[in-house]
């Protein structure tokens, strides 16, 4: 499975980096700090999955800041089957990335074992998929 980060953190990115290294057959692809830069990228490296920061900045030159449901249908319009955990430091944000299309959400505070785990159950379901 290859990976995508986006997130403005660098210590974050580098320890989800490092988190991911550690999982056999899952490698990271690239990584974004803004919104533009992103899309640009995703649509180069086509990833499987993107670990999305929910405050990610520079969405306005593409969309709303309020309209985080268009993002998705915007990164999804360049790699049609990439699925996205969202990540965000507010618990309270869950429900809106789940309902704008994230595959899951992880609290920012949240044990690493979470987010390894959904990677897990992300990328078994895939597989899954490819076999039919």
Same mark, same amino acid.
């Not at 995508?4 to 550690?22: G, K, P, T, V, Y």
């Not at 995703?42 to 405050?55: A, G, H, K, N, S």
């Given at each position: 499975?290859?990976?995508?980060? $986006?997130? *403005? !953190?660098? #210590?974050?990115? @580098?320890?989800?980096?490092?988190?991911? #290294? !550690?999982?056999?057959?899952?490698?990271?692809?690239?990584? $974004?700090?803004? $919104?533009? @830069?992103? /899309?640009? #990228? /995703?649509?180069?490296? !086509? =990833? *499987?999955?993107?670990?999305?920061?929910?405050?990610?900045?520079?969405?306005? =030159? +593409? +969309? @709303? =800041?309020? *309209?985080?449901?268009?993002?998705?249908?915007?990164?999804?319009? %360049?790699?049609? %089957?990439?699925? +996205? +955990?969202?990540? &965000?430091?507010? =618990?309270?944000?869950?429900?809106? $990335?789940?309902? &704008?299309?994230?595959?899951?959400?992880? &609290?920012?505070?949240?044990?690493? %074992?979470?987010?390894? @785990?959904?990677?897990? *159950?992300?990328?078994? !379901? &895939?597989?899954?998929?490819?076999?039919?």
């Amino acid at each position: 499975m290859r990976v995508f980060i $986006a997130d *403005d !953190q660098r #210590e974050l990115r @580098s320890a989800l980096r490092l988190l991911i #290294e !550690q999982e056999r057959e899952i490698e990271v692809v690239g990584e $974004a700090t803004e $919104a533009v @830069s992103m /899309v640009a #990228e /995703v649509r180069e490296t !086509q =990833p *499987d999955l993107i670990l999305l920061d929910w405050e990610l900045p520079g969405i306005e =030159p +593409i +969309i @709303s =800041p309020a *309209d985080e449901r268009r993002l998705l249908s915007i990164l999804r319009s %360049h790699c049609p %089957h990439v699925e +996205i +955990i969202a990540l &965000s430091g507010r =618990p309270e944000a869950e429900k809106e $990335a789940l309902i &704008s299309g994230a595959r899951a959400f992880i &609290s920012k505070g949240e044990a690493p %074992h979470y987010l390894v @785990s959904a990677l897990r *159950d992300i990328k078994t !379901q &895939s597989e899954k998929e490819k076999e039919r």
